[in-house]
């Protein structure tokens, strides 16, 4: 139980263009989703949690118009990168929080996004 | 605010041998614990996690952690490792109440030896 999916699991895109990550709770609700960052050999850094049918709340830092997240359902939510440019090549890796467990998260597999 | 240290950005250890990787966590009234592993190129799978209760929490894989609240320490441990342990571990703490964000810990390597 608790799986979490992420599609695509690799995506190689032009600069200037737009890409967007979903992710999926695959067997349990999730009314809270979180995205996250990951540069090679770091730790993971929080970009935004995703709340069913409301807006994303958006950490320190992180512009809201460049990473869009939508998270229109109880198992899906997608991010966006909009207008990706070569800094924003990196590994994001969504979560899912199951409702009970003391809000346990579970995670996906991780995007790889590289920008050329 | 919260903050997780992990001291230890990297333990080489040989294979069959005890591991322990360290974390401890700035105070709070109460606390939620975790261990992650995560495999290259993969995301991060929960190895354990303290929400209450005995201190002693048996995670997968062989892994245990202990709670202590005095020395605001998660260290996790398996007596004895394989090549197949070799990967990065992440402690992270729930931040309490309401929002469930993690704080995570800068990450361990583990590298087994054989």
């Known amino acids: 139980g608790a799986v979490v999916s992420q599609h695509p699991s690799w995506v190689i895109c032009k600069s200037g263009t737009s890409v967007k990550i979903e992710c999926r709770s695959l067997?349990?609700?999730?009314?809270?989703m979180f995205w996250y960052r990951q540069f090679p050999k770091q730790s993971l850094m929080l970009m935004a949690t995703s709340n069913e049918g409301s807006k994303a709340t958006y950490e320190q830092g992180v512009e809201k118009d460049k990473f869009l997240i939508n998270h229109a359902s109880l198992t899906l939510s997608t991010l966006t990168v909009t207008s990706a440019h070569p800094e924003d090549s990196s590994f994001y890796i969504c979560?899912?929080?199951?409702?009970?467990?003391?809000?346990?998260?579970?995670f996906g597999p991780g995007t790889r996004l590289t920008v050329l | 605010a919260q903050s997780v240290t992990q001291l230890d950005s990297q333990v080489p250890v040989f294979e069959e041998a005890p591991v322990e990787l360290r974390c401890n966590y700035s105070s709070s009234v109460s606390v939620y614990l975790f261990w992650y592993v995560q495999y290259p190129n993969q995301g991060l799978q929960l190895l354990l996690k303290y929400l209450s209760g005995s201190t002693l929490v048996k995670g997968i894989n062989g892994f245990e952690a202990e709670f202590n609240k005095s020395q605001t320490s998660f260290h996790l441990r398996k007596p004895s490792v394989h090549i197949s342990d070799t990967a990065e571990y992440f402690c992270?703490?729930?931040?309490?109440?309401?929002?469930?964000?993690?704080?995570f810990g800068t990450g361990t390597r583990l590298k087994v030896l054989a």
């Open positions: 992270a703490v729930s931040d309490l109440p309401g929002t469930y964000k993690y704080i």
């Open positions: 979560s899912a929080k199951s409702a009970g467990g003391g809000g346990t998260q579970y």
């Open positions: 067997d349990f609700q999730a009314t809270t």
